[in-house]
């Protein structure tokens, strides 16, 4: 029987689902009890105590007592709940122990008196399990550090505080409606409530919440409304436009590592934030004389692989000159600033780069150069498998995902080298 707290007129209330062999007995489907005013902290403990007493002393057959005409709850072992204020609540309580077959015992009415001061639980506070969750998940990245710490101290000021024991499902709903009135977009609500689900179910795994998990089932996106509303993917027409244009060419003297930076974006359908962090030892080949790039921080395992790239964007295109060049050893002059990934400075002179050619079509980003590889890939009829692992796309099917092969750096080769090496003619980009 888990509470659902709202609030009326300053009042609040807490509402508790009725079993469904005990609803035709009581003509009701909900237990009402009104809490009164006061602190968050102070209301959710009342909630909790009232579900703790329903679940574990009236369920289980303990009787429970009411006292005539006064506002407090007693248990038989003398336990007192306080400023259950409302008649009619006792009188629900009384049709729950009644239909259970029970009959409260009769116990020395209470004398009034001012309701003692809840105190707070003390407990692990939220940002408290955030630091216990990635000293044992060290492999994230900084940016995914950042994001979960700033959800988790958003969550935890809009609930003032409190223990995690303390937080119920209603909580993570008002928290969505406090998320949607303060004009967060349905995908970063979905996302933040994704971060308090992976916190709550590492909680419940190491033993710091005792509950179901309160984030549990909560996305308001499906799956196939969250793949159609993410970035788009250019057309053929735009990505000649945008590497044939006299303002991206110039940038390979202008700004070198952009140049080549978006070029393997192009080819490889490599996320931003992969290439920002490559390092010289990241450019190998095989004994083939395949060139290719090997990726090792990835967001997903899928994303952990090996990309071919083209040998003419070595020798043509003078990449290596500009290996050469490279005084460290990251290959690109890109830094991870305020959590946000290597790739954030060139994805944002990327989108300036669109403004400035007039492309001006929504939800195209430096991303959307992945998605144009992979579409390109497909209706060039490269097979599913091999395009997957090239991209770094996790294969949905069981038959597939475990019975497929890995493909070799030169066998990838023989899929999408073409391909790349048609898209560095079509946007003349061997021309310096």
């Keep these: 029987m888990k509470p659902f707290l709202y609030q009326r007129k300053n009042k609040n209330y807490a509402r508790f689902l009725i ?28 909630a909790h105590q009232i579900e703790h007493y329903l679940t574990t002393q009236l369920l289980q057959n303990n009787g429970m007592n009411f006292p005539i005409n006064k506002l407090d709850l007693v248990l038989r072992d003398g336990t007192q ?47 408290e399990l955030v630091d216990k969750f990635f000293l044992l998940k060290s492999h994230l990245k ?37 998320l949607a009135q303060n004009k967060n977009s349905i995908r970063t609500i979905d996302n933040k409530i994704a971060t308090l689900r992976a916190l709550f179910n590492f909680a419940i795994k ?16 499906t799956k196939k409304q969250r793949i159609s509303g993410g970035y788009e993917k250019f057309e053929l027409e735009e990505i000649e436009l945008i590497f044939q244009s ?61 990309v071919p790239y083209p040998n003419i964007f070595n020798h043509v295109l003078m990449f290596n000159e500009f290996l050469r060049t490279r005084t460290t050893e990251n290959v690109f002059k890109y830094v991870s600033r305020d959590g946000k990934g290597a790739g954030n400075a060139a994805g944002k002179k990327f989108s300036r780069l669109l403004e400035t050619l007039r492309i001006k079509r929504e939800k195209l980003v430096f991303h959307s150069l992945r998605k144009f590889l992979n579409d390109y890939l497909l209706k060039n009829n490269v097979p599913y498998e091999p395009r997957c692992q090239f991209i770094g796309h996790e294969i949905d099917d069981t038959n597939v995902a475990i019975y497929s092969k890995q493909f070799s750096e030169d066998q990838l080769k023989e899929y999408v080298n073409s391909h790349q090496v048609n898209l560095i003619v079509s946007c003349d980009l061997m021309k310096a």
């Excluded at 409190?162 to 008002?174: A, F, G, H, Q, Y």
Aim: charged share 25%.
């Design 142 to 178: 900084p940016a995914t550090v950042q994001s979960y710490k700033n959800t988790a101290l958003e969550f935890q000021k809009f609930l003032k505080n409190p223990c995690i024991t303390e937080i119920l499902i209603s909580d993570v709903t008002r928290f969505q409606e406090h």
């Design 246 to 306: 006299s303002e991206f060419k110039q940038e390979r003297k202008r700004d070198p590592d952009f140049y080549y930076l978006c070029v393997l974006g192009l080819v490889t359908g490599c996320r931003v934030g992969e290439l920002a962090s490559l390092q010289k030892s990241d450019f190998k080949q095989t004994q083939a004389g395949t060139t290719y790039i090997k990726i090792k921080d990835a967001k997903t395992l899928a994303g952990v692989r090996s």
């Design 19 to 46: 079993p469904i062999h005990l609803q035709a007995k009581l003509g009701k489907r909900f237990l009402v009890f009104a809490l009164g005013e006061g602190a968050g902290y102070e209301i959710r403990l009342k």
């Design 206 to 221: 190491q033993g710091y919440y005792f509950d179901k998990n309160p984030a549990e089932n909560r996305s308001i996106l």
């Design 81 to 127: 709940l306080k400023n259950i204020n409302n008649d009619a609540d006792l009188k629900r309580a009384k049709e729950l122990l009644k239909a259970l077959g029970q009959a409260p015992a009769p116990v020395q009415a209470l004398q009034a008196q001012e309701p003692a001061p809840v105190q707070q639980v003390k407990g692990l506070k939220l940002i």
